[in-house]
């Protein structure tokens, strides 16, 4: 078992940059790939990105590449979602959630956050 608890989230405008950050508590944390997901009012949650175990790998849908980095801190139990040059189609609610291997699909997460807000404005 692992609890998230994602935090960061807020109202930036158009071409700003924001930081989310994802804790995790419970069982080991190097134990688990991370990813960050996002779900807008009236669409289905998206992939947004994954990162491996160790760091070392990583993956972004294309909407995102160059703009976001994933990153994680193992000593602190923290996967961090760095959103650069934000743009008003990234407004969402961002999740972050816990699984054994780095996945675009939902399937492949067992854990979950709560999420947090990122609005974006023109």
């Known amino acids: 078992q692992v609890q998230l608890v994602e935090s960061g989230g807020g109202l930036v405008q158009s071409g700003e940059s924001l930081r989310l950050s994802c804790a995790a508590s419970?069982?080991?944390?190097?134990?688990?790939?991370m990813g960050w997901f996002r779900q807008a009012p009236g669409k289905e949650r998206e992939f947004v990105g994954a990162?491996?175990?160790?760091?070392?790998?990583?993956d972004y849908v294309d909407s995102v590449k160059g703009r976001f980095t994933i990153s994680r801190d193992n000593a602190k139990n923290t996967v961090y979602l760095q959103m650069n040059t934000l743009k008003p189609e990234d407004t969402a609610v961002y999740y972050c959630?816990?699984?054994?291997?780095?996945?675009?699909?939902?399937?492949?997460?067992?854990?979950w956050g709560q999420g947090t807000q990122v609005t974006v404005s023109s």
């Open positions: 990162i491996s175990r160790g760091g070392g790998r990583t």
């Open positions: 959630a816990a699984g054994w291997q780095p996945s675009r699909i939902l399937e492949g997460y067992a854990y």
């Open positions: 419970g069982r080991t944390f190097t134990t688990y790939a």
